[in-house]
């Protein structure tokens, strides 16, 4: 418990980065030693989510084609004048692995917001290129998402510990302050998007347009490139080219006499 109380973890940065003003004095008071963290031992979601922890990590694995290294290794700093520590989860050869299971309707943007900061500090401590947040959501969903390094981020995280760190050797009250932008997360994860009707929908479009696509974009370029350089405006063939007053040329197809004669009568 004392060994607790002198450091700042990973799960205390996601605390101390949050909006909870409860939550963080609670963990101030902690670290200084004015009141004892909270009992846990019958918190299903908590307990739940340790057991589950093992088979989150082997399902990583198996899915991702990685061995899960460095289990519940604690990894700590003080070069940055704060004392800093993670227990890690896993190690996945290149990066933390952070397992947890939630809520059947945690959203990824949700999930992301809450367990960011823990993330990043693991990989600022590992010195890892990234870390990967790989979670349950509810019975039905394996997600993973993926955190690279974002010096402006770790920046204000790293600032934002060490401003708790001074209140709790200072005895000054910490304050919520506000979040900075967050890196977005990356998903690792492949699906199989066949059963999809939307999706097979939408793809037949794209592969059927594909081809006139790019052929109408060369088409245009080519177009454009034979317009000479003094002219205002190039026809012919049902197509018209004119140069705007910034010199840039638009494509249009031409109004046929009968086009004219309906607008005119409109």
């Given at each position: 418990m004392m060994d607790r109380r002198g450091w700042i973890g990973a799960s205390d940065a996601a605390v101390i980065m949050g909006d909870s003003p409860e939550r963080i004095l609670q963990l101030w008071r902690e670290k200084?030693?004015?009141?004892?963290?909270?009992?846990?031992?019958?918190?299903?979601?908590?307990?739940?989510?340790?057991?589950?922890?093992?088979?989150?990590?082997?399902?990583?694995?198996?899915?991702?084609g990685v061995e899960i290294t460095r289990r519940g290794e604690v990894v700590r700093d003080q070069s940055r004048g704060i004392p800093l520590q993670a227990t890690l989860d896993g190690w996945d050869g290149a990066r933390p692995v952070e397992a947890k299971a939630l809520g059947a309707h945690t959203s990824r943007k949700s999930a992301w917001a809450r367990y960011l900061p823990q993330?990043?500090?693991?990989?600022?401590?590992?010195?890892?290129?990234?870390?990967?947040?790989?979670?349950?959501?509810?019975?039905?969903?394996?997600?993973?998402?993926?955190?690279?390094?974002?010096p402006e981020y770790e920046a204000a995280l790293l600032g934002a510990?060490?401003?708790?760190w001074d209140c709790v050797q200072s005895g000054e009250p910490p304050v919520p302050l506000p979040a900075p932008p967050a890196?977005?997360?990356?998903?690792?994860?492949?699906?199989?998007?066949?059963?999809?009707?939307?999706?097979a929908y939408h793809a037949g479009v794209w592969l059927e347009t594909r081809g006139p696509a790019?052929?109408?974009?060369?088409?245009?370029?080519?177009?454009?490139?034979?317009?000479?350089?003094d002219?205002?405006?190039?026809?012919?063939?049902?197509?018209?080219?004119r140069r705007d007053r910034r010199g840039a040329l638009r494509i249009r197809e031409m109004e046929t006499e009968a086009d004219t004669e309906e607008n005119g009568n409109e």
């Open positions: 200084r030693g004015e009141a004892e963290p909270p009992d846990l031992s019958d918190n299903l979601a908590v307990q739940m989510g340790r057991w589950l922890e093992p088979f989150i990590l082997d399902w990583h694995a198996r899915h991702c993330i990043a500090l693991q990989a600022i401590l590992t010195g890892a290129p990234g870390a990967a947040l790989s979670y349950l959501r509810g019975n039905e969903e394996w997600i993973v998402l993926e955190y690279e390094r974002d510990l060490r401003r708790f890196p977005p997360p990356r998903g690792v994860v492949e699906y199989d998007m066949g059963a999809s009707n939307a999706w790019a052929l109408h974009a060369v088409a245009a370029a080519e177009l454009k490139a034979l317009v000479p350089a002219a205002s405006r190039a026809w012919g063939a049902g197509v018209e080219v």
